[in-house]
């Protein structure tokens, strides 16, 4: 189970950071993900980081603003949302798989087992 926290109201250019608790652990999984869907969207991948390496992934949209983090210790992946833009806002959902390596390729909804139910970060106006 993936439970995240976090969201809430910022500022044009501000910053927050989301969590995603792992029940079970992390190291369940190899690769956890933060997908986004904004009304009227379709979710999209965010960012991927592995077990193995702690390598990342990141879209080109998020790329030196998001940065996305592991804490084994404490079950949780993190992304830190800074320089929001007007198209950030969006439900953001947690997800991880046990065998999958994320990379440059994209991510794909369908290679994901394991979804939390979402955090909703919005703009303040």
């Known amino acids: 189970q993936l439970v995240e926290s976090g969201g809430g109201v910022v500022q044009p250019g501000g910053s927050l950071r989301l969590s995603c608790v792992v029940s079970?652990?992390?190291?369940?999984?190899?690769?956890t993900g933060w997908f986004r869907q904004a009304p009227g969207k379709e979710r999209e991948g965010v960012s991927c980081?592995?077990?193995?390496?702690?390598?990342?992934y990141y879209a080109d949209a998020v790329k030196g603003r998001f940065t996305i983090s592991r804490d084994d210790a404490k079950n949780t992946v993190y992304l830190q949302i800074s320089s929001l833009k007007p198209e950030d806002p969006a439900v953001y959902y947690c997800?991880?798989?046990?065998?999958?390596?994320?990379?440059?390729?994209?991510?794909?909804?369908?290679?994901?087992?394991?979804w939390g139910r979402g955090t909703k970060v919005t703009v303040a106006p």
């Open positions: 079970g652990g992390t190291l369940d999984y190899h690769a």
């Open positions: 980081i592995n077990r193995s390496d702690g390598s990342t």
């Open positions: 997800a991880a798989v046990p065998d999958l390596y994320c990379s440059g390729d994209g991510l794909s909804e369908g290679d994901f087992v394991s």
